[in-house]
């Protein structure tokens, strides 16, 4: 069995719809449903079982998981940049994540896990993925401190060879509807276009850029799953590795896109950032992307305006968007 936590979220998602595509279907979904509307991105998904997170958190700490696991995709986390409750991104992004490590180690298991670019704070250290450079960083957010201390975990337990991280920058891509305010750009944009006919940016208070000149590097989930599936393929390479386009884009870039994918002429309204992001607004985000390249992965990332157009032609436009 391939165990993703997180199968039901946004990335988790789109990589069980990989493993289906390479005609894999002993899958175990692990999530946590609730009330949101994350279950529609299982309806076209085939695998062998579904069980809530805590249940499969309890088989793990009682060592009695009652099937043969191959590896473990640990997806599953509090994505949310704007999460206040310190102790619930400690117990459900850091601890979890250990204990899962901790398992995955003691039974010989594949352990491919979820990082994230919010790691990086402000971005004044740089972009690197240098093992010595991750333990200098300092998040800005608390969801990215506690993708931070899992890393330093890994690190400081000399678990690096032995497991694959993945610190994913602006991902954006079809099954991502469930995430309310944390959906992307592309995707609030395409829903003010198709209402207003306009988007709005916010404006730029540094006089190197101009507005909606502010960079991301942006990477559409399907290349995304493709790194994930040469990762579960070569267990040999592990480490802690960016996931980006390597290239930097505007938000200007970014819209323009969505426009020209639904055949309109750009329209764009720069407005006022709120006082209360200001100081913490990343201006520029760029995953280095050398170490990936040098373990040999071949995933090719197509331009910007090529993703963006599938996904706004191909999912968003579409009766069934979900992949």
């Not at 449903?33 to 299982?42: D, F, P, Q």
């Not at 079982?49 to 599953?76: Q, T």
């Not at 760029?286 to 331009?303: I, Q, S, T």
């Amino acid at each position: 069995m391939i165990v993703v936590t997180g199968g039901a979220g946004f990335i988790g998602s789109c990589f069980v719809a990989k493993l289906n595509d390479r005609g894999i279907d002993e899958i175990i979904v692990v999530d946590e449903l609730g009330t949101s509307e994350k279950w529609r991105n299982l309806v076209k998904r085939r695998y062998a079982d579904y069980l809530d997170k805590d249940a499969f958190l309890a088989m793990v700490e009682a060592d009695r998981v009652p099937f043969p696991v191959e590896a473990v995709i640990h997806m599953g986390a509090c994505s949310s940049t704007t999460e206040r409750d310190a102790g619930f991104l400690m117990e459900n992004n850091y601890h979890y994540s250990c204990r899962l490590a901790e398992w995955t180690r003691r039974q010989g298991v594949r352990f491919i896990y979820a990082s994230s670019a919010a790691t990086y704070g402000d971005g004044s250290r740089g972009f690197s993925d240098d093992d010595e450079m991750s333990k200098a960083l300092k998040p800005i957010n608390m969801y990215g401190y506690s993708k931070q201390l899992f890393d330093l975990w890994v690190l400081r337990n000399g678990l690096a060879p032995h497991v694959a991280g993945i610190k994913f920058f602006n991902v954006f891509g079809p099954n991502e509807y469930h995430k309310a305010d944390m959906t992307s750009v592309i995707y609030k944009a395409f829903h003010q276009i198709r209402e207003k006919g306009r988007v709005g940016l916010f404006k730029s208070y540094r006089p190197e850029y101009a507005d909606g000149g502010q960079k991301r590097d942006f990477v559409s989930v399907k290349e995304c799953a493709e790194v994930l599936w040469w990762l579960l393929e070569h267990r040999e390479v592990n480490g802690i590795f960016n996931l980006g386009t390597g290239e930097a884009r505007t938000w200007n870039d970014l819209i323009k896109a969505v426009f020209a994918a639904l055949e309109r002429p750009a329209a764009i309204d720069y407005v006022e950032m709120p006082e209360g992001i200001r100081g913490q607004y990343q201006y520029f985000t760029e995953a280095r992307m050398d170490k990936l390249r040098a373990a040999g992965c071949p995933v090719a990332f197509p331009p910007l305006e090529e993703t963006v157009a599938d996904y706004v032609q191909n999912h968003l436009l579409q009766a069934d968007p979900y992949l």
